[in-house]
């Protein structure tokens, strides 16, 4: 059978056995098309059913989590942990806690993470998990008991040679820690079964700040390769997480200047440049919304989603160079990025898993003047450095801040240098996407054969 027809087979088949899963589909859509070029050449993954394999998570677990809330009520959630794919080392990937985690979102998060994992040249395998509860506005006692009644299931499946889970959306040091406690608890292991933990209890210097800074760097190599740089740009930057906040400090440290930042209430827009310390003050310590820094900035307003007007995400309306998306999936429509390209913008660097809807990327990959970094290379320096926290707690050691930061430099640059490099020898140079996909599926497949039939 022909690369396409195979493709396509395998495509249909994913819509038949997973009706209903949108958002995976678009994931493993985006991955398998690129693939063509490949499977022409390399028969092999036909012939050992590499795809169908790929596409299907090794274990999903499905649990249900109940924890007391402070009126003494049972809240009830659903709970997850999709391991994807070991090939390449333990799983690994984030847990993500927000009302709209199903297992579709799941499974493209878990798919994403095999092929974002395996670019970073670690021993990574591809997870994810998660659950439908919503952290906003609950006390912090309620965390801890959410926390602890998620763990209750989850320590069955991790152990650090086994299956490493860190954070993402709604899960950050607060819950991590929540979380390990419960784990050592239960288990009386103290290993490194978890990333993004405390700094004084094996946590590694550098991880908080890493995907953020590693987008940064990604789209440095970027820019480079086409004789550009990041000086005098203003950016537009979507979420206001430690993804967002971290590629704000970074751009300046390269001569950008961010000018927004956006919550689930809002965007903020700061014309004399994003003040990271008030909105660190904000977001890590008052765990506020976003309408708290315009009162206090007087260069900035705060736009409420109340008053958008186009029914599209009015962050990418303020004119910019740069964009950074860095909030969740689908949030850069095709209006979107014609919105930011009429207004000079030529650069769309991915701090999120999949921020861009398939025909915004249609889009951007269609104008040979628009640079297009997509989020599973761009964004990989937060596991990477989640690898290398893994690294310091096998060897019971802690590098300094100088020593991590330069080897995330280092990945980023070898992240980009491959999907560069494969976006050529396919045939499309430029195309980070074709590069990426290409470059993150060999390595796994390749193992994937070499392991057998599992
Ligand atoms: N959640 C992050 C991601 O999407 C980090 C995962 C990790 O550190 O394991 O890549």
Redesign the pocket.
Known sequence: MSSQSYINEVLEHIKRVSPRQPIFFQAAREVLTNLTPLLDKEPKYQKHSVLERIVMPEKTTIFRTVYIDDNSKAQVHFGYRVQFNSSLGPY?????FHPTVNLDVLKF?GF??IF??SLTGLN?GGG?GGANFDPKGKSDGEIMRFCQAFMNDLYKLIEDVKD??????G?GAREIGYMYGQYKKLTGRFDGAM??KGLSWGGSLA?TE??GYGSVYFATEALKKKGKSLDGKRCVISGAGNVAIYTAQKLYEFGATPVTVSDSRGYVYDEEGVDIALLKEIKEVRRASLSEYAKEKKSAKFVSVNDYKSGRNEVYDVPCQAAFPSATQNELNLDDVKTLYANGCRLVCEGA?MPSTHEAMEFMLSHDDFIYCP?KAA??G??????L?MEQNASMTSWSFDRVDGELKNIMKNIFDIAYQTSVEYGKPGNLVLGANIAGFKKVADAMIDQGYI
């Open positions: 690994k990937g984030g847990l993500r998060l994403e993470q974002k994992n990574l994810k490493v889970p860190a954070g993402d959306i899960v990333t993004g991880r890493a995907t898993n989020g964004n990989a937060g596991v990477a450095t989640s690898g926290e």
